[in-house]
């Protein structure tokens, strides 16, 4: 595995944003009502991401260290209001149905931690498709979940009925806050099952990494953490 195609996996699978590190989970929760919702704000996330990477990467010599993450901050706000500009223009349903989620991209720790972590310690090809791997195991979260409660609480899948309403009662509570918490767990759940099982059999799928199973390396405020550490 070269290290592009590291990067991807690293995203999609041994790092995935909303299923192994929990990470965007305001977002995760907020919007993935409807599979379309889902797909529609990963794949804005993911934008906002490859593009904030290939820009910290680039200029990554030249931001002084004072100065790093308000420098950040102000790439990736910037990138935002072209996004949401951009949905508005061309696909205002979609932007009307995320809302505020849209501009609240800027603090989505996924991105702050990626430019953190990766992308301004790194060339800016392995940082790109480092974005991109992120960016597309956060829409693969967001979309599974947004698939499940659709269909249990609406019938629907990308907006089309798909179990006919005489049989099937839809079940309200899952296009309501608490049924994203119950998709949510049960995914992750079945997830945790599932890489058990390949552990078992003697292949496993990955081992979670970062600073939720106590591994300070790879996390976005792992220098935050030592200097804490050493005022201690």
Same mark, same amino acid.
């Given at each position: 595995?070269?290290?592009? $195609?590291?990067?991807?996996? &690293?995203?999609?699978? !041994?790092?995935?944003?909303?299923? #192994?590190?929990?990470? =965007?989970?305001?977002?995760t929760l907020a919007v993935t009502s409807s599979a379309m919702n889902g797909l529609g704000m990963g794949?804005?996330?993911?934008?906002?991401?490859?593009?904030?990477?290939?820009?910290?990467?680039?200029?990554? !010599? #030249?931001?002084?260290?004072?100065?790093?993450?308000?420098?950040?901050?102000?790439?990736?706000?910037?990138?935002?209001?072209?996004?949401?500009?951009?949905?508005? /223009?061309? #696909?205002?349903?979609?932007?009307?149905?995320?809302?505020?989620?849209?501009?609240?991209?800027?603090? &989505?720790?996924?991105?702050?931690?990626?430019?953190?972590?990766?992308?301004?310690?790194?060339?800016?090809v392995p940082s790109i498709f480092d974005g991109i791997g992120m960016g597309l195991g956060f829409t693969?979260?967001?979309?599974?979940?947004?698939?499940?409660?659709?269909?249990?609480?609406?019938?629907?899948?990308?907006?089309?009925?798909?179990?006919?309403?005489e049989w099937f009662t839809p079940i309200t509570i899952f296009v309501m806050a608490p049924g994203a918490?119950?998709?949510?767990?049960?995914?992750? /759940? =079945?997830? &945790?099952?599932?890489?058990? !099982?390949?552990?078992?059999?003697?292949?496993?799928?990955?081992?979670?990494?970062?600073?939720? $199973?106590?591994?300070?390396? =790879?996390?976005?405020?792992?220098?935050?953490? &030592?200097?804490?550490?050493?005022?201690?």
């Amino acid at each position: 595995m070269n290290k592009y $195609t590291e990067r991807l996996y &690293n995203g999609i699978i !041994k790092e995935n944003p909303t299923f #192994v590190l929990m990470l =965007g989970m305001c977002p995760t929760l907020a919007v993935t009502s409807s599979a379309m919702n889902g797909l529609g704000m990963g794949l804005s996330t993911t934008v906002v991401l490859v593009c904030a990477n290939l820009l910290i990467s680039l200029f990554r !010599k #030249v931001i002084p260290d004072g100065v790093r993450m308000p420098a950040f901050i102000v790439i990736v706000a910037s990138l935002v209001t072209v996004v949401d500009f951009m949905l508005k /223009a061309y #696909v205002p349903a979609l932007s009307a149905s995320l809302g505020v989620y849209i501009p609240l991209i800027v603090v &989505n720790c996924i991105i702050l931690g990626r430019a953190e972590s990766y992308a301004s310690k790194n060339p800016v090809v392995p940082s790109i498709f480092d974005g991109i791997g992120m960016g597309l195991g956060f829409t693969l979260g967001l979309t599974c979940i947004g698939i499940v409660r659709e269909i249990l609480g609406a019938g629907q899948l990308f907006g089309a009925q798909i179990l006919s309403l005489e049989w099937f009662t839809p079940i309200t509570i899952f296009v309501m806050a608490p049924g994203a918490f119950l998709v949510l767990a049960f995914l992750v /759940a =079945g997830m &945790n099952i599932i890489r058990k !099982k390949m552990d078992a059999k003697g292949t496993p799928l990955a081992k979670p990494s970062g600073c939720i $199973t106590g591994d300070c390396s =790879g996390c976005a405020h792992s220098a935050f953490c &030592n200097d804490k550490k050493k005022e201690d």
